[in-house]
């Protein structure tokens, strides 16, 4: 049996969740927000009661998404946990945080999770046009909250990431790597060629031809196939030559370090990586004597 659902935090996660969702036949029963105009749209559109209380959410709901800033979970929680939470459920979205942040409300009986869609929420209609197809991590210890999180995925046409307890940091960790230190990378890439007074526009234009091509090579071609350059080749003059000309250490340092991080790509090709630790480990040698 589907849940009926409830909303704390008509934002654009909460906002767009409920509406895909009351779309898909849920039965959206009450939805709470500090600001008046944005929880009355949201109750309008899934045909949700206005909440004047967080405890009338969890009176109405069977399952409470609280998509509220991650820095007001924690408060929220421990001021509803005198709400009966018997055979009820609440989840947060965020993606750093862990079930941790609902343990006021575990100790009240309630099954605690976190379900966080990996999908930059610009605003809420472009999420609800462009969410179908993304993939939500599910953190549910409790068997039938994680049935009813995974039906909602499959719902709004998603994919399951189950993540086991004490983990989300590292799940976390790993979308920032992919995500926000791509940018990292293509900033440094952009200081090194203006560097060279290049003009900006044709780096931009060489930069994003080139990150866009990755992309839909790692989705075409998967690891270890879509890694191409020097690394891939083993050619250790051209990553010479790299390292020689790279004067600022803690670039010459990230590096030696990503090309040893891609080892294991290389080693899943059958390249044999011994040289080309032999080079880093010298180059290192070098700069950290230089500095
Ligand atoms: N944006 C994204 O791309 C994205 C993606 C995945 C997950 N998330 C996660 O989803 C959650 C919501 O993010 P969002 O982007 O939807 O943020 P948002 O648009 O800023 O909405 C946050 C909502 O939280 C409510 N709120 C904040 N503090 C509150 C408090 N003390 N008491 C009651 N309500 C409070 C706000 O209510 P009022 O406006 O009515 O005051 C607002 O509706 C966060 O945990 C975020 O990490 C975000």
């Not at 009176?59 to 929220?76: G, H, P, Q, R, W």
């Not at 965020?94 to 309630?110: F, V, Y």
């Not at 179908?132 to 995974?150: N, R």
């Not at 920032?176 to 900033?187: E, F, G, K, M, W």
Request: one cysteine or more; a negative charge; proline letters at 3%.
């Amino acid at each position: 049996l589907r849940p009926t659902i409830g909303i704390i935090g008509a934002g654009k996660v909460g906002s767009t969740l409920a509406r895909l969702l009351y779309k898909t036949g849920y039965e959206i029963t009450a939805v709470y927000s500090r600001t008046p105009e944005k929880v009355r749209a949201l109750a309008e559109k899934t045909d949700a009661t206005i909440a004047n209380q967080l405890s009338d959410v969890v009176k109405n709901a069977n399952l409470i998404l609280l998509t509220v800033s991650d820095d007001a979970i924690e408060t929220i929680a421990t001021e509803l946990a005198s709400c009966d939470w018997q055979g009820r459920a609440i989840v947060h979205t965020s993606g750093a945080a862990g079930i941790e942040k609902l343990q006021s409300l575990a100790d009240a009986s309630a099954m605690v999770g976190s379900l966080h869609p990996a999908f930059p929420f610009a605003d809420v209609e472009s999420a609800m046009e462009k969410l179908a197809g993304a993939s939500f991590a599910v953190e549910a210890p409790d068997g039938q909250l994680k049935i009813w999180l995974q039906d909602i995925v499959v719902a709004l046409d998603g994919q399951v990431i189950l993540i086991p307890e004490g983990k989300k940091a590292l799940y976390h960790a790993a979308l920032v790597i992919a995500s926000n230190y791509t940018v990292t990378l293509y900033a440094i890439a952009q200081q090194m060629l203006k560097n060279l007074d290049a003009d900006s526009e044709a780096i931009d234009n060489a930069l994003t031809t080139l990150v866009q091509a990755t992309v839909e090579n790692i989705a075409s071609q998967g690891i270890p196939d879509a890694l191409t350059g020097p690394l891939s080749r083993a050619d250790t003059g051209t990553i010479q030559s790299h390292l020689a000309a790279i004067d600022d250490y803690t670039l010459a340092t990230a590096y030696i370090a990503l090309a040893r991080l891609s080892f294991p790509m290389l080693q899943q090709r059958g390249i044999n990586t011994h040289l080309i630790e032999k080079l880093l480990q010298d180059s290192h040698n070098e700069t950290s004597h230089d500095s």
